[in-house]
């Protein structure tokens, strides 16, 4: 006690607090990036090779070992010792520079390929995680997954077909779904359709879509088309878009006995005193959310008012079925209503 | 050949399922919905009862109106507390009368007749006895007024109405609005308040609940708070105001709780509990009267009883282990002085002492046992005359003469505050943890719930202690 000094106590905690938050801040400290970098190993480098040569040849495109070493991010030590195993294994077949998956290395791919799709569906439908970061999680957790573990968490989605995102899900036995469908862009004004699928890559682009809040599963209406920019309406809202970004949403288009409804809006903008029907709730609302929201009678047609404001705002309680209940206002803002 | 059909029939209904595709489900599910709500829309009519809902809609109107919302809230809170703990003095007093001082003596009375050893005697009446009598004595009127209380607000369909005022402070900090309510059920007892956060259906939310209810001061730790208050807080003016200033130190505390609720679940929903599922929503039942018996036997039972009995299967072990560590030497001095003495230079830094860190690691079971026990312990270790000798338990009618002992022990202002604060922020009883563990069934969540608020307290404790040195 006798070096007991409060100043002296005080710098040795703050030096204390410091480097724990070098250590364990999220995602930057070093402890995680220690535990990542030594999780870096063959394993990670050759799956995401191989992931990137099915991409490839899937788009038509052949890569040489210098381009799988220019477009990912591993030292090119370890790259090229992936490549030699690869090759051992007989997952690729590597002809002068040309790289070029075999039988044994597609099954593989698309093992990996089926592992991401599904922890993205994973995240969608059960966890909290922001759409945003999806694909970075899927990414890390791709590598985890036995095939045994894939398995069984595809039984526990009820074996979907899609991701997200609207990319096919492929089958343990390595089928894959089509996507049918015309890129925004394309389309012609008057059409209606629905979205079926948005490009996670770029990934500056696809931040983009998202902040617009475009989502897979709602139907738009192509209302003006000039070559600089594309309108459209969904749910209720105009959406004006660069034809680049458009060109990165596939449109299933619809046949012409299908009821569009126009004059949607949301409930959040439903005042006292007025009345609305339900018509539905917007895609963006997934999993349980949406589950409860459709217990609670939030159902196409039903009647809808405002029973009560709150002192602060927010939220407020919609009378709907004779019960009260409080929804909050990005909840009320994803219900599409139509006015009485 | 069966198996073949079989196969093909699998693989067709496959192939089919393929091209319905995704979408179908979730369609078929709306539909049905839908049709269902037709369907009713059509058959069932109800019976106009447009008085019943103009009396509501008053009712609704006052309480959830900007003028009179928060204060009615405020008031009825602070009514429920008051009858709680100016209430519960009496019964508490006359338990304790019965239990410790007319049971106590005459067990040990019967123990000599008997020709009982004297360690099995101590072991037994002055350690496991007298810790279950305590908490009984201490724990149970407070609880048996605060949830019957409690229980009818619910029952009238008030407490739904707080949750929908107090919602948007909630949702800034990512929690839900009822947390309101297991916050306020927390200030009876944090044990009954995580039971009550199963009222919170969003899985995230809930588990905000859950780790910050400790943060409302108990009914446990509402008199260390108010005799820690009086003896060291109120003692700093003349006496006319000490009684405010012990409120007001004894509040303070209490809203420094909500403030480091409010941080805390702002800190989980953006760091560790940001993956968990969120979906909010609150429904408001029609007020109807409480249906006051039913209510009251449901109350003390489902929630009164079994937190009791619960403490007290907790509370009996630590009474054998406050004797034990009391009575059994090593070399020269008993295993309480030596871990006294060991965490004295810890307790230091943080503003505290040996005796009280000590108090508060044998007391885990009951916060209603660490005065006693702080004070057997001070006596022990200062030698100075007073309790009732090694291992019991004691406590004093007398204030001034509580705060004597305390003194000689080498408590000072800086002491008294930060106890208060520790023993805000430190771990919760076990009968708390226990709870924790029974509603999460997580192991990793009942640790974060429990480690979390005792180091906050040492940081707390500690920036408090070297700013108080520092500036004295």
Same mark, same amino acid.
């Given at each position: 006690?006798?070096?007991?000094?409060?100043?002296?106590?005080?710098?040795?905690?703050?030096?204390?607090?410091?480097?724990?938050?070098?250590?364990?801040?999220?995602?930057?400290?070093?402890?995680?990036?220690?535990?990542?970098?030594?999780?870096?190993?063959?394993?990670?480098?050759?799956?995401?090779?191989?992931?990137?040569?099915?991409?490839?040849?899937?788009?038509?495109?052949?890569?040489?070992?210098?381009?799988?070493?220019?477009?990912?991010?591993?030292?090119?030590?370890?790259?090229?010792?992936?490549?030699?195993?690869?090759?051992?294994?007989?997952?690729?077949?590597?002809?002068?520079?040309?790289?070029?998956?075999?039988?044994?290395?597609?099954?593989?791919?698309?093992?990996?390929?089926?592992?991401?799709?599904?922890?993205?569906?994973?995240?969608? /439908? !059960?966890?909290?995680?922001? +759409?945003?970061?999806?694909?970075?999680?899927?990414?890390? *957790? @791709?590598? &985890?997954?036995?095939?045994?573990?894939?398995?069984?968490?595809?039984?526990?989605?009820?074996?979907?077909?899609?991701?997200?995102?609207?990319?096919?899900?492929?089958?343990?036995?390595?089928?894959?779904?089509?996507?049918?469908?015309?890129?925004?862009?394309?389309?012609?004004?008057?059409?209606?359709?629905?979205?079926?699928?948005?490009?996670?890559?770029?990934?500056?682009?696809?931040?983009?879509?998202?902040?617009?809040?475009?989502?897979?599963?709602?139907?738009?209406?192509?209302?003006?088309?000039?070559?600089?920019?594309?309108?459209?309406?969904?749910?209720?809202?105009?959406?004006?878009?660069?034809?680049?970004?458009?060109?990165?949403?596939?449109?299933?288009?619809? /046949? !012409?006995?299908?009821?569009? +409804?126009?004059?949607?809006?949301?409930?959040?903008?439903? *005042? @006292?005193? &007025?009345?609305?029907?339900?018509?539905?709730?917007?895609?963006?609302?997934?999993?349980?959310?949406?589950?409860?929201?459709?217990?609670?009678?939030?159902?196409?047609?039903?009647?809808?008012?405002?029973?009560?404001?709150?002192?602060?705002?927010?939220?407020?309680?919609?009378?709907?079925?004779?019960?009260?209940?409080?929804?909050?206002?990005?909840?009320?803002?994803?219900?599409?209503?139509?006015?009485? | 050949?069966?198996?073949?059909?079989?196969?093909?029939?699998?693989?067709?209904?496959?192939?089919?399922?393929?091209?319905?595709?995704?979408?179908?489900?979730?369609?078929?599910?709306?539909?049905?919905?839908?049709?269902?709500?037709?369907?009713?829309?059509?058959?069932?009519?109800?019976?106009?009862?447009?008085?019943?809902?103009?009396?509501?809609?008053?009712?609704?109107?006052?309480?959830?109106?900007?003028?009179?919302?928060?204060?009615?809230?405020?008031?009825?809170?602070?009514?429920?507390?008051?009858?709680?703990?100016?209430?519960?003095?009496?019964?508490?007093?006359?338990?304790?009368?019965?239990?410790?001082?007319?049971?106590?003596?005459?067990?040990?009375?019967?123990?000599?007749?008997?020709?009982?050893?004297?360690?099995?005697?101590?072991?037994?009446?002055?350690?496991?006895?007298?810790?279950?009598?305590?908490?009984?004595?201490?724990?149970?009127?407070?609880?048996?007024?605060?949830?019957?209380?409690?229980?009818?607000?619910?029952?009238?369909?008030?407490?739904?109405?707080?949750?929908?005022?107090?919602?948007?402070?909630?949702?800034?900090?990512?929690?839900?609005?009822?947390?309101?309510?297991?916050?306020?059920?927390?200030?009876?007892?944090?044990?009954?308040?995580?039971?009550?956060?199963?009222?919170?259906?969003?899985?995230?939310?809930?588990?905000?609940?859950?780790?910050?209810?400790?943060?409302?001061?108990?009914?446990?730790?509402?008199?260390?708070?108010?005799?820690?208050?009086?003896?060291?807080?109120?003692?700093?003016?003349?006496?006319?105001?000490?009684?405010?200033?012990?409120?007001?130190?004894?509040?303070?505390?209490?809203?420094?709780?909500?403030?480091?609720?409010?941080?805390?679940?702002?800190?989980?929903?953006?760091?560790?509990?940001?993956?968990?599922?969120?979906?909010?929503?609150?429904?408001?039942?029609?007020?109807?009267?409480?249906?006051?018996?039913?209510?009251?036997?449901?109350?003390?039972?489902?929630?009164?009883?079994?937190?009791?009995?619960?403490?007290?299967?907790?509370?009996?072990?630590?009474?054998?282990?406050?004797?034990?560590?009391?009575?059994?030497?090593?070399?020269?001095?008993?295993?309480?002085?030596?871990?006294?003495?060991?965490?004295?230079?810890?307790?230091?830094?943080?503003?505290?002492?040996?005796?009280?860190?000590?108090?508060?690691?044998?007391?885990?079971?009951?916060?209603?046992?660490?005065?006693?026990?702080?004070?057997?312990?001070?006596?022990?270790?200062?030698?100075?005359?007073?309790?009732?000798?090694?291992?019991?338990?004691?406590?004093?009618?007398?204030?001034?003469?509580?705060?004597?002992?305390?003194?000689?022990?080498?408590?000072?202002?800086?002491?008294?505050?930060?106890?208060?604060?520790?023993?805000?922020?430190?771990?919760?009883?076990?009968?708390?943890?226990?709870?924790?563990?029974?509603?999460?069934?997580?192991?990793?969540?009942?640790?974060?719930?429990?480690?979390?608020?005792?180091?906050?307290?040492?940081?707390?404790?500690?920036?408090?202690?070297?700013?108080?040195?520092?500036?004295?």
């Amino acid at each position: 006690m006798n070096t007991y000094n409060p100043i002296t106590a005080l710098v040795v905690f703050f030096a204390l607090s410091i480097l724990a938050y070098l250590l364990f801040r999220p995602n930057k400290g070093w402890f995680w990036l220690i535990r990542n970098n030594s999780g870096s190993n063959d394993k990670i480098v050759i799956e995401d090779v191989l992931k990137l040569l099915y991409h490839n040849e899937n788009a038509d495109k052949h890569l040489n070992i210098n381009d799988i070493i220019r477009t990912l991010k591993y030292n090119d030590r370890l790259i090229l010792e992936g490549i030699n195993k690869m090759s051992d294994h007989k997952l690729i077949s590597i002809q002068g520079d040309n790289v070029k998956l075999t039988k044994s290395g597609i099954d593989y791919a698309l093992r990996i390929v089926r592992a991401h799709r599904l922890w993205e569906k994973f995240l969608a /439908e !059960k966890t909290g995680f922001k +759409e945003a970061e999806w694909h970075e999680r899927a990414e890390r *957790k @791709e590598h &985890e997954l036995s095939k045994v573990e894939t398995d069984i968490l595809a039984s526990k989605l009820g074996n979907p077909q899609f991701d997200p995102h609207g990319d096919p899900i492929p089958t343990n036995t390595g089928k894959i779904a089509k996507i049918k469908g015309t890129p925004v862009s394309e389309l012609s004004v008057g059409t209606i359709g629905r979205i079926v699928h948005i490009k996670d890559k770029p990934e500056i682009i696809y931040k983009q879509i998202l902040a617009e809040n475009i989502h897979i599963g709602s139907l738009i209406r192509i209302v003006e088309k000039t070559p600089a920019r594309i309108e459209f309406h969904s749910e209720g809202e105009a959406f004006i878009l660069a034809p680049i970004m458009a060109g990165n949403i596939t449109v299933s288009v619809l /046949e !012409k006995d299908v009821v569009y +409804e126009e004059d949607l809006a949301r409930l959040s903008i439903l *005042k @006292e005193n &007025e009345t609305a029907q339900i018509i539905g709730i917007s895609k963006e609302i997934r999993g349980d959310s949406r589950r409860r929201l459709l217990d609670l009678g939030f159902v196409r047609g039903a009647e809808v008012k405002i029973d009560l404001m709150n002192p602060l705002g927010d939220p407020k309680a919609f009378l709907i079925k004779g019960t009260s209940i409080a929804l909050r206002q990005n909840q009320a803002s994803k219900i599409l209503i139509k006015k009485d | 050949m069966d198996t073949k059909k079989i196969d093909n029939i699998i693989s067709l209904s496959n192939d089919l399922r393929w091209q319905i595709g995704d979408e179908f489900h979730d369609n078929l599910a709306e539909g049905i919905y839908a049709d269902a709500a037709e369907i009713v829309k059509d058959s069932v009519h109800k019976k106009d009862e447009k008085g019943a809902i103009r009396i509501d809609a008053k009712i609704d109107k006052i309480i959830t109106s900007k003028v009179w919302g928060f204060p009615l809230m405020f008031l009825i809170l602070a009514l429920v507390l008051w009858m709680t703990i100016v209430g519960a003095n009496y019964p508490s007093a006359m338990l304790s009368g019965l239990l410790l001082d007319t049971v106590h003596p005459a067990l040990k009375g019967f123990a000599a007749t008997m020709g009982m050893p004297w360690w099995l005697d101590g072991f037994l009446i002055n350690g496991v006895y007298l810790a279950v009598a305590w908490v009984i004595a201490v724990m149970l009127p407070p609880m048996a007024i605060f949830f019957p209380l409690f229980t009818l607000l619910e029952d009238f369909g008030y407490l739904p109405r707080v949750a929908f005022n107090l919602d948007h402070l909630f949702k800034l900090s990512g929690a839900h609005g009822k947390q309101a309510l297991t916050m306020s059920m927390g200030f009876g007892c944090n044990a009954a308040g995580i039971v009550a956060t199963r009222i919170i259906d969003s899985p995230r939310e809930r588990l905000i609940a859950i780790i910050t209810n400790n943060f409302s001061l108990c009914n446990g730790r509402w008199p260390t708070q108010i005799l820690i208050a009086t003896i060291f807080v109120g003692a700093l003016v003349p006496a006319t105001y000490s009684g405010i200033l012990s409120l007001a130190a004894v509040i303070g505390v209490a809203v420094l709780g909500m403030v480091f609720m409010f941080l805390v679940s702002w800190g989980l929903s953006k760091t560790v509990l940001k993956g968990e599922v969120s979906t909010f929503n609150l429904e408001l039942p029609p007020y109807r009267p409480p249906r006051f018996w039913k209510t009251i036997y449901t109350s003390l039972i489902d929630r009164t009883l079994i937190v009791l009995w619960r403490a007290i299967v907790f509370a009996a072990p630590a009474g054998a282990v406050i004797w034990l560590i009391s009575n059994i030497y090593f070399g020269d001095s008993s295993v309480a002085a030596w871990l006294i003495d060991s965490l004295d230079g810890f307790g230091f830094l943080l503003g505290l002492n040996g005796v009280i860190l000590v108090a508060y690691i044998v007391a885990i079971p009951a916060n209603e046992i660490v005065i006693p026990t702080i004070l057997m312990l001070t006596v022990l270790v200062t030698g100075i005359s007073g309790g009732a000798g090694a291992g019991v338990m004691f406590e004093l009618d007398s204030v001034t003469a509580t705060g004597d002992i305390l003194r000689a022990g080498g408590w000072t202002l800086l002491t008294a505050v930060n106890l208060m604060l520790f023993s805000l922020l430190h771990n919760p009883c076990s009968t708390t943890i226990y709870t924790i563990y029974k509603e999460t069934k997580s192991v990793k969540w009942t640790v974060v719930a429990s480690i979390l608020p005792v180091i906050i307290g040492f940081v707390v404790t500690f920036l408090v202690a070297q700013i108080w040195r520092l500036s004295a």
